[in-house]
């Protein structure tokens, strides 16, 4: 199994351009999220999607757009980039325990993202 | 607002010895926590999962404590290795899921 990838590795942008940042998942996860991290401020939520067909804001959503796609997609798109948006981007994705009620995410391997 | 705290301030020790980070939070009362290493340029990983009805838990060399009425989760790593050092994050669970600014360990040989 892959786990969870992301495509690209690295961007670079220009103010004012768009792109989408792509994930997938090949473990049957029902929930997805996408976070940020920047130095010093650790790991914060943009959006998630609880199931196929739903998605939610986090903390931080503004200047963000999502779209699952079907299970195993969830793109964050990025309508007109900021310096404000350089930062590095995850995506994750869990599963509930069944009787548990807990879940543990599995992470990607992060985009690096520069906004000129 | 819901706050996890984690001591921004790197922690180095000496190989052998044991680390401990802490992990407090705020206006909140998780039913469980968890706890993740992430290294350079990579995503976090998943190491252990401490229930709020839990009082410990351990795996090998890693012991996590909750104690709900200090807010408040321990990290212990035992017999500290080179290959210990990374930085530690906490995070509780659920859909709005939060995480701490992570601790930076530092173990020298």
């Known amino acids: 199994n892959a786990g969870v990838t992301q495509t690209p590795k690295f961007q670079v942008l220009k103010t004012g351009q768009s792109m989408t940042l792509q994930c997938a998942q090949d473990?049957?996860?029902?929930?997805m999220y996408w976070y940020r991290q920047d130095p010093g401020m650790g790991l914060r939520l943009i959006y998630y999607?609880?199931?196929?067909?739903?998605?939610d804001k986090g903390e931080v959503p503004n200047g963000y757009n999502v779209s699952r796609l079907n299970k195993r997609e969830f793109s964050l798109r990025l309508e007109s980039a900021a310096p404000s948006q350089t930062s590095v981007y995850f995506c994750?994705?869990?599963?509930?325990?069944?009787?548990?009620?807990?879940?543990?995410?599995?992470f990607g391997p992060g985009t690096r993202l520069t906004v000129l | 607002s819901q706050k996890i705290e984690q001591n921004s301030e790197a922690l180095n020790i000496q190989e052998g010895k044991t680390a401990t980070l802490t992990c407090n939070y705020t206006?909140?009362?998780?039913?469980?926590l968890q706890w993740y290493r992430q290294d350079p340029g990579r995503g976090p990983v998943f190491l252990l999962l401490?229930?709020?009805?839990?009082k410990e838990k351990r795996k090998e060399r890693l012991k996590v404590t909750f104690d709900t009425t200090l807010k408040q989760s321990l990290f212990h790593i035992t017999a500290s290795q080179p290959a210990d050092s990374a930085t530690y994050l906490c995070?509780?669970?659920?859909?709005?899921?939060?995480f701490g600014a992570g601790t930076r360990l530092f173990v020298k040989a």
């Open positions: 994750a994705s869990s599963r509930i325990i069944p009787g548990q009620g807990t879940d543990t995410q599995y």
């Open positions: 473990m049957n996860h029902n929930s």
């Open positions: 999607s609880a199931s196929e067909g739903t998605t």
């Open positions: 206006n909140y009362s998780p039913a469980y």
């Open positions: 401490i229930r709020e009805n839990e």
């Open positions: 995070h509780t669970g659920g859909f709005k899921t939060i």
